[in-house]
Every structure is written in C-alpha cells, then in structure tokens.
C-alpha cells in the first residue's frame, strides 16, 4: 500500500516538474545565441592563447622573430573572431548571462 | 515504508531516465527546445529521486533494520557507525545505486552550467546520459539487483560489515572511483552530441574539460587510496599487486591522462579530431569495463569465483557502446579531419602526440596482461595467466618513457621549436640530471637496480624543469609588472592556472615514481618466527620480540573486532629506538563454527598492521603466522562446561585472552624496511593539488578586464588596419 | 624531402615499431604465462611443471607444522582434492571452503607451493586479496 501511494507520489511530483515547460508557450529565442556563445568562448581562448605566447616569448622560449609571427597571427585570428562577432549584432538583453 | 518508498524511487526513476531520453532526442530532432528543457527537468527529477533512494537506504543501515537483505548481509548492531554509513555500497546492489545516483548529480550539473550554450550539442548529451541512467537503473529494477529487498524471517544480527573493509581509505575509494568513471560519461555524452549535430570544432571540450579533470582526479585518488588499503591493511607489505581489479581502474585512468593532453592540440591546433574522438570512446568503454569486471567474476571466470548474472547485460551494453559510437566516428570522418598538419618532430603537439602513444601502449599491455586468461584459452585453448613479474617487465620501460616526456614537454613551444630554445630549455636540467646521476653511483648503491637508477635521473631532470620554468616565469613577471618574488610568483600562477597547475601535477607523478622506484628496487623484507624474547635482524634495525598483548573490544583501528591479539616489538638502530604493536584481530564467525565460545577465536581473523611512517623509510611489520594452538584445548573445555551460559561467554573469552598472553608461543612475523615508499602518497597529493591548481576557474571580473583590455588593443589595430 | 613523403615515412616508421612492440608483448606473455588448471587437472597433468591451481580448500584439512601450512584444495565442483604444501604470507579470509589461488609444482605427491603465492577470494563479490607478492 505505502508502495503503490509512493509511487503515484512522485509520478505525480515529476510529471508535474517535467511537463511544466511544455505548457508554457513557446518562447522565442535569438537565433544566434548558439553562434554567439561559440564565439565568445572562441575568443576567450584565443585571448588566453595570445597571453601564453606572451609569457613564452618573455621566459625566452619564443625567440623575437616567432613571437612575432604566432603573435601576428593570433591576433588575426582573434581579429576574425571580434568581426564575426560584431556582425551578428548586439546581444539581446534577455539572453544576456 | 523505507524499502517502499525507496523502490517506488527507483521505479520512477527508470521512467524518468526513459522520458529524458525520449524527449532529448525528440527535442534535438523537432528543434522543439520546450522539450529539450522538459528533458533537462527530468534528469534534475531523477537527481533528487535517487537522492530520496539513498538516504531510504542509509537509514536502514543506520538504524540496522535487518528485515532489509543488504543491511543484514552488510551490517550488524556492532559495527561502528561510519562503517555502517559506508557499508551501503559494499554490495553490488548498493554500489550500483551509488553509481547511478553520482552519475544523475553530475548530469544534474552540467546540464545546469550549459542550459543556455552548446544548444545543439546538449539535447543529445542529455539523451546519452539518459541512456546510461536508464541502462544502470533497469538493472536495480528488471534485473534483480534490487537494494531494497526484504527478508520474510529477518535475523536477530546481521553479518557486519567484512572486516577488511573497516578501514577508512577502503570505504571512501568506491565512491572516488566511481566518481572518476561517472565523471567521464560526461565528455563521452558530449562528443556523441557533438558527433551527431557535426559541431565537431574544440567547444565540446572546452564545455567539458573541467569535467575531465575532475574526473581524471577522483579516479586517480581513488586508485591510490585502494594501493593505501592495500599497504596499511593487508598482510602482505605492498600497495599494487597487479590484480584484475587494480587494473581494471588503472586502465580508464590512462587514458583519461592521453585524452586530458591530446585535447590540448585539438583546442590549440585544430588537430586530432579523430584521434580525440576515438579516445573518449575508449575512455568510457574503459570505466565500464572497469565497472564491470570487478563484479562480474568474468576474469576470475578462469577460477570461475561465482560470476553473478550481471555479466550478460553489462556485455550487451558495452557492446552497444562501442559499436554505436565506432559506427558514429565513422560516419563523420569527414568533419573530423585536422585544420592543420604536424609541422616538425619537435614541437609540443608532436610531443603529445608521442605521450598519447605511450599511455596508450601502458593501457594496451596492462590490458593484455589483465585479460590473457581469455586471450590465451581463445588461442591455445588453455587458459594461461601472467602475474606481477610479466606486469613489471613491460611498464617499467614504458614509465620511464613517460617520465622523460613529462619534463620534456613543458619546455617545448606549439608548432616548431628553435635550437636557441632548445639550448636555452634544456641545459640546466641535463644538468641537473646528470649531476644527480654521478651522484647516485658514487655515494648510492642504487646502480644495483638499473631502471631505478634510470627513474632517480629523469625524475631529477623533470623536477629540474619545472623549477626552472616556475623561476623564469616569475621573472618574466616582475619584468611585466614589476612585482615582487612572491607576488609574481602567486600571479603567474593565479593567471596561468592551467599551465602551473599542469606543471605541478608533472612534478607530482614524479615524486610518486621515486617513492615507487625507491621502495621496489631497495626494500628489505624479513620473514621470520619468534618467540619472546628473541631478536632478529631487518636492514640495519634490530627487533626484538618482547611480549604477546591481548585485549577485549580494544582494537587501536575502531573496527569494532571483539579480541584483539598482538605483539610487542621493539626496534633499535643505533640510539633510535621505538615499540611497534602489529596485532589480529579476530571477529566471531557468522556461520556458528567453532562452538560457543570457540567461534569467537574462529571467524575472520586480520591482520591490524603497525607502520611507522617516515619521509626516508617506513617500516612495516604485521603477525603473518598467528598461533592459537595452546588455546585449542582450553576453548574446547570452554565449549562443553560453558556453551549454554551466555552470561558468562564474556568473562570465559576474556580468561582464553589473558591465556594466550601468559602462555606465548613462536608467532610468525613480516617485517618490511621500504626506503621513501611516503613518497608515493605525498606524490599523490602534490599532484591533486596540481588539478585543483588547473581546474580553478579565473574570476570573472579579471577576465572581463583583460577582454576588455584586449579588445581595446585589438580595436585600435583594427581601426588603423 | 616534401611534406607528404616526410608523413609517409613517419607512418611506416610508427607502425614497425608498434609491430615491433606487439610482437615483443606477445613473446613476453606467452614465455612467461602459467597455466590454470583446477586440482583433478594438476593430478592428471604433467608432473614439474609449474602451474596455477585453483579451488576449495577442504574443511578441516588446514594444518600448521613450523613455517610450513599445509591444507588439501579440491575441485570447485567436484572432490577430487590435491594436498599442498605452502611457506609464506596466509592472506587474512584464508580458511575452510574458502577458495583459493596457489602456484606451484608436484614434488613428491603433494603440490608445493611457490612462496607467497597464495590467493584467497573474498567471500563476498569483491576482489581477491593477494597473499603475498615479493615486489
């Protein structure tokens, strides 16, 4: 008897958590968040990497002229990135986080 | 009311597991993000159901409710209350729900940090994690493994749990262990997702690196906490035997270690995608197969120890693992080609690559070695095993191998190294290295074991490296920003925790291999019987035997064994001189052996070793030939005169005890002299320490700066590009 | 040498060695692996060799002289039983019914166990504890 009663219990209890967002309608989302996401952690990384080079070339184990050239690069890159992400546009305030 | 509503936990949370399956997979493939969101809730449901589950269990150890099968089998009134905590996943069935419980919480999270990214990848992970919830759950529920089975006539006391889990390190290595193989279905989970929707760039492991580490961490605290049991509480003096089930955990975590490294190229350069995706296949496969071995009696199927029936489905589902995931790779083999190729042998992605293959050979030939049994009878027909010598013979080259790469790497940069860099990186820890290796055979007897000799020198050379690299880096620091030693020390390290992290976790594994090599290749170890009295010789210690020791509920571990008989021994080198006191202890035997009085002296009897722990040595002794002979007749007499008296069972055992210490006999002790073998935990730690170090996350507010920093540069060079 | 061939020739270099390797780990296992057999196999098999028996022990049958143990292991399903003979480290679950690993040889009409040999499975489902391996 406890059985069955627990059981309907949280059958119920999960039902209830579960299909919640299924009633509420739809919301509409900014289809580019995915992208977006993508490039801000993209560019993170890239930040990350163009310090690290930094601190190789100072420690001494990039010598000036590839330092140069990873540097160069790296920015290009991280350039690249800035732009693609300034052409999806301004980030929606509700999808901010 | 416990067991119902911990069954109906499970119940609903099989379904549960189904519905967020079902609704992931739906979602991802309608675009229906409602759905994808109602999967997500599904698994939070499940995370608290099993919670509910667990605490339904412990409490019915806690309060030894024995109408409960595995609170009889695994507890009884005298077993000490942690024991009692712990006991819950000393059988299979609660260990399968510690399993699946950690692995619900930890979906839990990782579906909360990535709710708003990766939003194609994510609806499929949820989907595999699903899946292998409902894969472990439908065990509990359809195949018999059920935690809440009652018994129709439940006993008066239970078993108690098996004395040699008492310990500490053995009771917290279970949920470490799965900890580790939980951990990694989660980067599993996500690269079938990233497999499926062909986002096959570095954002999935990105999302899911820390998960790895966390993961890689847990797994390998677990391991060593096992080799700790494995020192301090059996009989036998060592930490790693290189049994099935050792093995059968250190396999995932090698492969843990390859696919930690080789996602570095991948985020870096674009490279191994293959390789990665492979990799965390066999990674997963690797940590159920470790789940598997060690309760299905399948390798032991050659000694055939009982194999239970969960053999088969634990099988099946791995099979449909592998094939699915290969079948998956496969498919997609053209988005996972490299954006770019290995420039030159010597760089750090060549050498990754190189540490990749290594650990990857150690696994395959742990592996091979581990399983030969069934490769063996499949070949010749008779079943053959290999033991520790095979073991030590093929990873020793290998470890040392992979020690050497360890300090090399860090002093290489990505895409190609220049001969100044070399010179610059290389110089001071050769020599270091070989300075220590002169050392060594000039002052050391220690080229009597060359692989030793071998170890000392690249461990030298790896500790070389990372000092020098913690010591340039903080000078390039103060340069940068003219701070102070230790101010620029803790900012180098606060600013590239990843990087530091790293190099500590390499100085780790090194001081744990010297703790190995030194406590192998140079221990002393003496088998030896004494009466009181009497002396004997280990290394340059001197020990006499002085007095056997009885006690009644006194055992120094708090296990909870009711007679504990010991020794005295007394250790002498020059003006050093202590007491060590190795006892067993002895549980009543369950099964009514032995006779009233008797079974007390009858049931399991363990060895409580004694080690003094020391930075140089340890030293280890235990009673490894007990000897109750003189008490056989007494207990006999007991047994006739005082059977029915239970009152007095207590004050007669106590009578046998105090016998047995005014009438000693020979005893059969161990002694072990092992050189720097606290190297080896005090390794372990440093290297947790290390993964802490790299998993800890930047603060915001830094970041932000240095984005907005940067970009401002950026900005400006943009404007006058 | 241009890039492609470069690749080329790393690849075949890689793959010889991991042959090598293979070839050497398998060379390895096989010289070194000892055969499994229950105890009515041992009685039955060549004697001198070195084998790895498993099995029960029988109850009762445990018995100490000096440093030596001696006990009579059987067939798991089965009752043709084996005596051995054994020096070294008794694992803690070691006694009767229990069932138990021991590497030895025929000498005599008793099985000899190597040293430290000796394995003995827990009763419940977890490992095996080793009794003593010589590192």
New interface residues.
Partial sequence: M??A???V???L??AF??????R?P??V?DPD??RR??LE?????K?R????AE??H??????DD?FRT?DGEL?AQ??EI??ELDRLGPEEAA?R? | ?TG??G???L??GL??AI?ATI?AVVGAVTG????V??AR??V??LAG?LTIAMVMLESAYLRSDFSYKLVAQNSSTDTPTFYKFTAMWSSQEGSLLLWVFLLSVYSSVVLLLTR?????IVPWATAVLGAVATFFLSLMVIFGQEPFARLASPPAQGNGLEPLLRHPAMMIHPPMLYSGYVGFSIPFAFAIGALIVRRT???WI??TRRFALIAWTFLGTGILLGALWSYSELGWGGYWGWDAVENAALIPWLLGTAFLHSVMVQ??RGMLKRWNASLIVATFTAALLGTFLVRSGVLSSIHAFGASTLGVPFLVFIGVVVCASVALIVSRLDSLRSEARLDSLLSREAFFLLNNLVLIALAVVIFWGTFFPIISEAVTGTKESVGPPFFDRVTVPLALVLVGLSGIGP?L???RV?A??LR??FLLPLAVAGVTLTVLLVFSDASRSLPSLAMFTLIAFVLAVVTQ?VA??TS?RR??AGESWPGAFASLVT??RR?YGGYLVHAGISVLFLGVAASSAFHTQRDVRLMPGQSTKVGAYTVTYRRPTGGIRNDRAGTGAPISLGAVLDFRKGNQHWTMRPSRNYYAATDGSGGAIGRFFSGESLSEIDVRWGLTRDVWTAITQPNLSKLSGPIRIANAKFGNAPAAQGLIVAALVARYVNYPVPIGFRMIVSPMIAWIWIGGAVVMLGALTALWPSPEAR?RR??SL??AR??R??SR? | MDPARKRKVRLVVALSAAVLLAGALVWTSFGEATQAKSPSQVLRAMPGRSYQVTGKVVPGSISRSGGLLHFRVRDRNGSASLPVVYTGVVPDPFRDGREVIVTGRMRGGSFVGERDSLVTKCPSKFQSQPGGKTL
């Fill in positions: 406890d059985y009663l627990a059981l219990v949280f059958a209890a999960v958590i579960v299909l919640g967002p299924l509420r739809a919301q989302e968040a995915t996401q993508a952690a993209a560019k993170e990384a930040y990497e163009i310090r690290d601190l190789d100072r420690m001494g184990k990039l010598s590839d990873t920015r991280a350039i800035l732009r999808d986080r | 009311m119902a509503v069954s109906a936990c119940v609903i379904l549960t519905y609704a229906r993000r409602e759905l969101t109602s809730r599904a939070y449901c159901l708003r990214r990766l939003r194609e760039d570095a954002d990105r999302s985020e870096k002093l940069t990505w895409r220049t100044g860099t610059r990186g690299e340039r880096g390039a340069m940068i600013r590239n990087r970041r240095a984005t940067a970009s950026l900005g060079e943009l590009a």
